[in-house]
């Protein structure tokens, strides 16, 4: 879109985001004539195409749209909760070939440090900490 502003893509990711979007950003590239412009990406189920072309439409200046589909591959994984220093925080655990990984959740872990009154980084070193006593 080479005409559309960084506030309505901003507005447009929230709504894309609330709408069922599984991912969405956008990116400067240049169009022809080297005109710049954005780029928006959004991933989303297929059943849900339709509806999230309804909003870029209605909240940005394009139209039309390109779409893809892809596939992912996705680790195993299960939810679980680490007991840490300040609390108890949500992680997912993600199966390797060789072990096993644990994540934190973001949304917990911003839940906790605001709670507590830390740095969000002391949340995450704190969830690596209690991951390590477990092994």
Not at 25 to 36: A, C, G, N
Not at 98 to 108: F, I, P
Request: aromatic content about 6%.
């Amino acid at each position: 879109m080479d005409d559309c502003s960084g506030e309505l893509l901003g507005y447009t990711l929230e709504r894309l985001l609330a709408a069922g979007a599984l991912d969405a950003h956008y990116q400067p590239v240049f169009m022809k004539k080297s005109r710049p412009a954005w780029e928006l990406t959004v991933i989303c189920r297929e059943e849900d195409r339709e509806k999230l072309e309804q909003v870029i439409f209605a909240e940005t200046t394009t139209i039309g749209i390109r779409h893809t589909r892809l596939e992912r591959t996705v680790l195993p994984r299960k939810r679980d909760v680490l007991h840490t220093a300040y609390g108890d925080v949500v992680v997912k655990r993600c199966q390797l070939q060789d072990g096993e990984r644990c994540y934190v959740e973001y949304d917990s872990a911003v839940k906790l440090a605001q709670e507590q009154g830390v740095p969000l980084q002391d949340i995450y070193l704190a969830t690596q900490l209690a991951q390590k006593n477990i092994n």
